[in-house]
């Protein structure tokens, strides 16, 4: 059973912008909806929980606080996680400027996600526009402007992130990756988990390791996964196949591989040849 609420907007007096639809829903784990498109822009906006947007062999995973933005004709399905089914808020606009106003919030074919943390305004304003469903004219100009009182939040919020260079950006991205990556190392993580956790598509986040680390993520990746197995080689007794696993290998074989192909020598060899080193420096003191 889902947790709706909606209106539709039949007063449409305004040119410029003007709101089509809104409503806020609680999702039970993996309702989706789509492959659909449609006619208007849509602006969905996660209140709690998490899901993922596919568009244009994109996949985005969104939670808390992000939202992303639907354009029109374009073919997109979007469904809740499984295990912490998102429950969002919703708003369709149209009007002759509506293109316009989303490109000046930082919105666009090419930026469909966002994010928005500051309070709850967006909130806020959405359900005020629930209450006035009349549709007299009265509760046109409420709706309508709440409906740039929206928009001047995503502004604000878009110029104080724009104001970052695009260098600060980038490093922001790298610096998310990274702290994924060390967080979950042990997990079976892929790169797609980590442009997920980011919101960015994989090969953009290829493109920037590349250019700032001289590598890609997913050698970063293995890199980290390496170092980690190669302290556990050293300071404990540990099998090497448990070690394989404690670093995000499921495969013992695959990861001697990977480690001979970082490190020039097998896991056994690095253990055997850092023992004797220890010993030897043990025994001349």
Excluded at 34 to 44: K, M, Q
Excluded at 142 to 162: A, M, N, P, Q
Excluded at 211 to 238: C, G, H, V, W
Aim: charged share 25%; glycine share 4%.
């Amino acid at each position: 059973m889902l947790d709706i609420y909606f209106l539709e907007n039949t007063n449409r007096s305004f040119n410029d912008l003007y709101l089509c639809y809104c409503g806020l829903e609680k999702c039970v784990p993996l309702y989706s909806f789509g492959p659909a498109v449609r006619p208007n822009y849509l602006i969905h906006y996660v209140l709690d929980g998490e899901g993922y947007y596919y568009v244009n062999d994109n996949k985005y995973k969104v939670r808390k606080n992000q939202g992303f933005l639907i354009e029109p004709n374009v073919v997109t399905f979007y469904q809740a996680d499984k295990d912490n089914p998102w429950t969002y808020l919703w708003i369709g606009i149209d009007g002759d400027k509506a293109k316009l106003y989303l490109n000046s919030v930082g919105l666009d074919s090419e930026h469909l996600i966002f994010t928005y943390e500051k309070d709850d305004a967006l909130k806020e304003y959405v359900l005020e526009m629930l209450k006035h469903h009349t549709m007299s004219d009265s509760d046109a100009f409420k709706i309508e402007g709440l409906l740039y009182l929206f928009f001047s939040k995503l502004c604000e919020d878009h110029k104080e992130t724009s104001s970052l260079t695009r260098e600060e950006n980038t490093n922001n991205y790298i610096n998310k990756a990274i702290e994924f990556i060390q967080n979950n190392y042990h997990n079976s993580i892929k790169v797609t988990d980590i442009a997920d956790y980011i919101c960015l598509n994989r090969s953009y986040l290829t493109s920037i390791f590349q250019s700032n680390l001289n590598m890609s993520p997913q050698k970063f990746l293995m890199k980290f996964r390496i170092t980690k197995a190669a302290e556990l080689l050293y300071n404990t007794d540990l099998p090497i196949a448990n070690i394989a696993y404690s670093c995000g290998y499921s495969d013992p074989l695959a990861f001697s591989k990977a480690f001979k192909k970082i490190k020039g020598v097998s896991p056994k060899q690095y253990r055997d040849t850092k023992k004797e080193t220890t010993k030897k420096f043990l025994l001349s003191q």
